[in-house]
């Protein structure tokens, strides 16, 4: 290929990359999505102005250095340390719901299509990993609760690895007939393999990164990106199919592990993704034919609907048997299921070798696989939102400063309600603990506007400064306020000193004293236990703000209203005026309600009154 022609072949796909991110952007849509179209749109079935076959042997390199890239940037954002309590679902999502839909993949197609049950085996293997480059995008843009997104990011990232070795196994069965036993030594050795590479890389890194000062940025970076690369290399040439294993692992000991430049690597990893991502998928859907998903006609279209609608909800009910979870967080889950560009990448690999061996159903499968991506694509990628606000799994994002005995009781509360909290602390011990805890927790200056970023303050709802010092609060309200455009709303102040109060409420800050609360609370025990027990709702208790918007309680009398047991509701604000909540009371539109109620009652009470 001439080297000019190629330069500008780059430069072309870079800018069609440019524009599916600013659709992305416009549309909150998956950038995967505009992808896909924009490299059929150029390819030999478009405007032919990109030809991969012309790359040869180099495009299987492209394809490999790319997902090896993608996958350990998937993994280097877990960090099993503040996701204890949701890793036994997570990892029966990648061992039992990657089974299960292999099986049910297989036999699906199997039965709609004209396919021998090897093909179709081969594919079920393929669909059986989602997409992490679709969904960890598109659960950070919808923000759905911290422990739904960390299920389905560890799920996108692992099962890439396992569906990946039980394609290669179907695969060796097809051109070279495995046997059972044979089958079963080919799935340890690559998993052994694959571990041991990626846990020795990920060793290797940290010992390198940690080996003194003259490790830069920049240094971490190229160093990074070669173990990354030698990881990869050397898992494949040990065991063909198992490099994807290795940086997952690798990936993921990194993001586990308290290593210096950690977060550069994270950011300048995502920037080498965007640029992977972009020019991987650009590149195989210019190599689609329209041909191949016209030939599967209708029961194609049959195949991928089952599979979102029977075989992705049967995988996820299964893993999540006794789990925490509640029925809509699974209902979600299954929702959210979209392929991306590992079984995209793996079936074009495959496509081409079965091709060079004179072995049919090449491009059916590829055509099948690419049907599968572009549709669960399409239909989560427009759907998400909206599926996610009808479960009710789009908590608030809060965020609190100080992790000590104040900071963590709240959190702890916020957690029960399903909140997404963070804590920010500069006690590493401290973080430590809310870790175990399964809190989410940032180690730093909270009066860093870098640390503040890490935390999540730019997509938070409220900030709750509670450390000891009021120094920080005051400083940590004032960057809230005027950096990050929070309302006065949406700030919240611990005052330690009392003569420090004036300067919190000048400056337009909400804020309370302990001091001055002990005091009310005690003058209210005196003589008036019922004030006292008004307050004091236990630990399982919540006092609730709920805001009316439910169409179908607006101009209904309290009494009208089926509430639940232990629930009551308080207060009514209009506009400036407060009122008892007394039974004839009639609720208008954006009247905001103070609930109180034991266990989840206060919870359901909100759900009723605002939809």
């Known amino acids: 290929m001439n080297s000019i022609y190629f330069l500008g072949l780059v430069v072309f796909v870079l800018s069609m990359g440019i524009v599916a991110q600013y659709l992305s952007s416009r549309f909150n849509v998956p950038v995967i999505l505009f992808l896909l179209l924009e490299g059929i749109l150029a390819g030999p079935e478009g405007l032919s102005i990109i030809n991969p076959m012309l790359f040869g042997d ?3 390199a492209i394809v490999s250095f790319s997902v090896a890239i993608i996958v350990f940037d998937g993994g280097l954002h877990i960090d099993f340390k503040s996701i204890r309590t949701i890793q036994k679902t997570a990892l029966k999502l990648t061992t039992i719901g990657v089974f299960v839909t292999f099986v049910g993949a297989t036999l699906v197609t199997y039965t709609l299509l004209d396919m021998d049950i090897e093909m179709a085996a081969l594919f079920g293997a393929l669909v059986a990993a989602t997409g992490p480059t679709v969904i960890t995008p598109l659960v950070r843009q919808i923000h759905v609760s911290h422990k739904i997104s960390k299920i389905l990011e560890i799920e996108g990232v692992l099962n890439d690895a396992a569906s990946v070795i039980i394609a290669a196994v179907m695969f060796e069965w097809i051109v070279s007939q495995l046997s059972g036993l044979e089958a079963v030594v080919f799935i340890f050795q690559r998993l052994l393999i694959g571990l041991a590479i990626g846990g020795v890389s990920g060793e290797v890194l940290k010992r390198a990164l940690s080996s003194g000062s003259f490790v830069t940025d920049q240094t971490a970076r190229l160093v990074t990106l070669t173990l990354v690369l030698a990881a990869y290399v050397t898992s494949e040439l040990l065991g063909s199919e198992s490099g994807i294993l ?18 550069t690597l994270k950011e300048f990893k995502s920037d080498l993704v965007l640029v992977m991502l972009t020019v991987i998928f650009i590149l195989l859907a210019a190599m689609l034919h329209f041909r191949d998903i016209l030939n599967l006609g209708l029961n194609g279209i049959f195949v991928v609907l089952l599979l979102m609608v029977l075989v992705r909800p049967a995988a996820v009910l299964i893993s999540t048997i006794n789990s925490r979870l509640k029925i809509k967080e699974k209902v979600f889950i299954s929702f959210i299921g979209p392929r991306g560009v590992v079984p995209a990448s793996i079936a074009t690999y495959f496509a081409l070798r079965l091709d060079a061996l004179d072995i049919g159903d090449g491009e059916v499968l590829v055509g099948l696989v690419f049907l599968t991506v ?4 399409i239909m989560t990628g427009t759907l998400a939102r909206h599926v996610a606000s009808v479960l009710g799994v789009i908590p608030m994002e809060i965020l609190i400063i100080g992790g000590g ?6 959190a702890e509360r916020f957690e029960k309600r399903g909140e997404n909290v963070v804590v920010v602390d500069n006690s590493e011990e401290m973080c430590s603990r809310l870790l175990k805890q399964g809190i989410r927790a940032v180690h730093g200056d909270a009066e860093d506007i870098n640390v503040l970023k890490a935390a999540g303050i730019e997509t938070a709802k409220y900030v709750v400064a509670t450390s000891d010092q009021d120094n920080t609060n005051l400083l940590v309200s004032q960057i809230a306020k005027s950096k990050f455009g929070l309302k006065e709303e949406q700030i919240v102040a611990r005052v330690n000193s009392m003569e420090n109060l004036h ?7 909400r804020s309370m004293s302990p001091q001055m609360t002990t005091a009310l609370v005690l003058d209210n025990m005196v003589g008036k236990s019922s004030m006292f027990s008004l307050c004091e709702v236990g630990d399982e208790g919540e006092i609730l703000e709920v805001r009316v918007t439910n169409p179908k ?13 232990n629930s009551l509701l308080l207060m009514i604000r209009r506009g400036d005026r407060s009122h008892i909540a007394n039974g004839n009371f009639v609720l208008e539109y954006d009247d905001l309600v103070t609930v109180i109620g034991e266990d ?3 919870k359901e009470v909100a759900d009723i009154l605002h939809r």
């Open 58 to 60: 180099g495009l299987t």
């Open 405 to 410: 005995e104040v900071g963590r009781i709240l």
């Open 374 to 377: 572009i549709i669960t694509v």
């Open 503 to 509: 300067a919190f409420w000048d400056l337009g800050i």
């Open 246 to 263: 290795a940086v997952a692992v690798f990936g993921m000991l990194t993001g586990t592990s308290n290593i210096p430049h950690k977060q």
């Open 553 to 565: 309680v607006v101009g209904k009398a309290i009494r009208n209203i089926s509430l639940p047991e």
């Open 600 to 602: 989840d009652a206060a």
